[in-house]
């Protein structure tokens, strides 16, 4: 048995995963994503995380900025159509199969690209499809969802909900993006990484979510004055190299990109978020502090649904 499967046999998560047995004798946990800039934002910190817990990981990734499962999954059929095909080798020139086969895995990750997250008719079939093929290449693999984060409350827009229409709101691209991720995990009988949820909770919290600088003058904004953007999980205003007012909505910062490691962190060993010690220089104690409580919180009532 792995060091994985023994630190869940007594695990908080146990009842929610209930994962069974991996073919895999050693104590490192193999994971492999395919995602895209979201799945890198959440697991930026996660190495860190892992050794000082004492968890050795190998981390493998198939990821392309902006990449849908419906992406994914014809890059995969182009491959398997036609080796010689560039189209199926877009992971730095090596297709899904030949990153597979590299190594085997005990966890691969899937998601929806977020501006489609809220939308549940652009899950299928590709997550079907996608999972049924890496099955088949690693049949001893568990495979889940990572569920993404909705847009800053002051984003532009959010993500579409359906094919004609757009979220009004950070919490409605965060509520049907849940749904949507629900769904398509009790589909295909697996389960979900929350590090959506673990966004929302923070930016529902009146105290540590992030809310508009009222103050600042947005419309003639002078170099380098910022926005205050205390507790943003989200990139957010910063300004470019040629001293323009630039704007993202939608990555994470290194908060956010904390507050993910720590969520999968917790999934992954079984192990309370409230235990890591690591947090980015970048995050304030106190609010590196709060995102622990807040991971663990996610990930505890994830286990009663």
Known sequence: MTLFLKKFSCSILLCLLAWGTFAQSSDTLHLFLIGNSFSQNATRYLPQMAAEGGHPLVIQRAELGGCSLQRHWEHAAAAEADSLDPKGKPYKGKSLKMLLAEGTWDIITLQQYSMLSADPATYEPYASKLYAYIKALQPQAKIVFHQTWAYRADADGFGQTS???LAS??????????????TIADKLNTTLIPVGDAFWKNSADRQWGYHRDTQFDYATPRYPALPDQTHSLHAGYRWTNDKKLGFDSHHANEAGCYLGGLVWYGFLFGESPLKVNFFPQEVP???ATHLKK?????????KKH
């Open 163 to 165: 094919e004609e229409k």
């Open 169 to 182: 709101s950070e919490q409605e691209m965060w509520e049907k993006s849940r749904s949507a991720y629900h």
């Open 285 to 287: 104690g106190d609010f």
């Open 294 to 302: 807040v991971a663990d919180a996610t990930l505890l009532e994830a």
